[in-house]
């Protein structure tokens, strides 16, 4: 495919390429733009040969962004609004002084989300994070309290639009002086637990999976903060269960052990969720969940 930067792209060309993105397939461009699937083909294939690279992948459920069409969409993408709510007579749609409200678990958001948003950083808007638990931060999306939201409870409802981020694994652990991996069930079980809450939420799913029992409902310490229960496990104080990405470090290093290594260990999914109503009158805010959403999924299939 030769490249022809000599040539200037019309500007509908970069708008269909920007559709295609935020709706990851061409067929739902074409509805949204109101021009026909072929014309959007050939407007991303024009695009394409002037820039001598693909910009999208076909995958099971539409098209992905490759790394060229991601960052053409970056550069592009405020210019194509600016001149849209300018076409549409409604400049002050979407006011760019006005932050994104994005939350999160405190956990996730500092390990995989800020993270992403460091690696996206060109076109960013502001942004005002808040930290929560999932049931919490989905009441305030709701509410309209908040534009995104990073929940690990299935987001419900047909206003709610949502992504799924990542499968995140559980594991049991615990300080290597307690010599349980691999210790029969009955040792296991009479070992002091570290909660996050009474309620043995995390550790009863483990339980009720793994070792088809109910755990003893008498921890010897609970914290409401998944990192501080890492802290406390790590100092000794009891054994826990945690999402894989906040001790595997700890298991590689010594300072954990996973106890009970089974094969498929209880999982759970994490997504991205968002009213749909908001998605389409804020593009600002439908453009940096479809970034955030790629930028992750993507550096954790790396991981």
Same mark, same amino acid.
């Given at each position: ?9 019309? =500007? ?7 559709? *295609? ?33 693909? =910009? ?14 991601? @960052? ?10 600016? %001149? ?5 007579? $409604?400049?002050?749609?979407?006011? $760019? ?20 948003? $460091? ?15 999932? /049931?919490?931060?989905?009441s305030r999306l709701e509410a309209g309290e908040l534009d995104?939201?990073?929940?690990? %409870? ?11 981020? /990542?499968?995140?694994?559980? &594991? ?34 483990? &339980? ?25 496990? %790590? ?15 700890? *298991?590689? /290093? ?27 009158a804020r593009p600002r805010v439908a453009m940096l969940a ?10 954790? @299939?790396?991981?």
């Amino acid at each position: 495919m030769g490249s022809s930067h000599d040539r200037r792209l019309p =500007l509908d060309y970069l708008r269909t390429v920007v559709a *295609v993105y935020r709706t990851g397939s061409f067929s739902a461009a074409s509805r949204r733009l109101r021009i026909s699937q072929p014309t959007v083909t050939n407007h991303v294939r024009l695009v394409e040969e002037h820039f001598g690279q693909p =910009l999208f992948v076909r995958t099971a459920a539409g098209v992905s962004p490759t790394p060229t069409g991601h @960052e053409i969409v970056v550069q592009t993408v405020h210019h194509i609004d600016s %001149v849209e709510r300018v076409i549409r007579g $409604s400049g002050a749609g979407d006011p $760019s002084g006005r932050p994104v409200t994005l939350g999160g678990p405190p956990e996730y958001v500092a390990l995989h989300v800020l993270p992403a948003l $460091s690696r996206i950083r060109v076109g960013l808007p502001r942004i005002d994070v808040a930290l929560g638990e999932s /049931a919490d931060l989905m009441s305030r999306l709701e509410a309209g309290e908040l534009d995104l939201v990073i929940t690990t %409870v299935r987001p419900r409802g047909a206003d709610i639009t949502s992504w799924p981020l /990542a499968d995140e694994e559980f &594991w049991l652990v615990g300080a290597p002086e307690f010599g349980l991996a691999g210790a029969p069930f009955s040792r296991i079980d009479a070992a002091p637990l570290i909660a996050y809450n009474r309620e043995l939420a995390i550790i009863r799913r483990y &339980w009720n999976t793994v070792f088809e029992s109910e755990p003893r409902f008498d921890p010897v310490m609970t914290i409401p903060d998944l990192t501080s229960i890492r802290a406390a496990a %790590v100092a000794g104080l009891g054994i826990t269960v945690l999402p894989s990405y906040l001790v595997a470090d700890d *298991v590689n /290093a010594g300072r954990l052990v996973r106890i009970d290594e089974v094969a498929e260990p209880p999982i759970n999914t994490i997504f991205l969720a968002a009213s749909s109503a908001l998605l389409a009158a804020r593009p600002r805010v439908a453009m940096l969940a479809q970034m955030l959403a790629n930028e992750v999924k993507s550096s954790w @299939e790396a991981e």
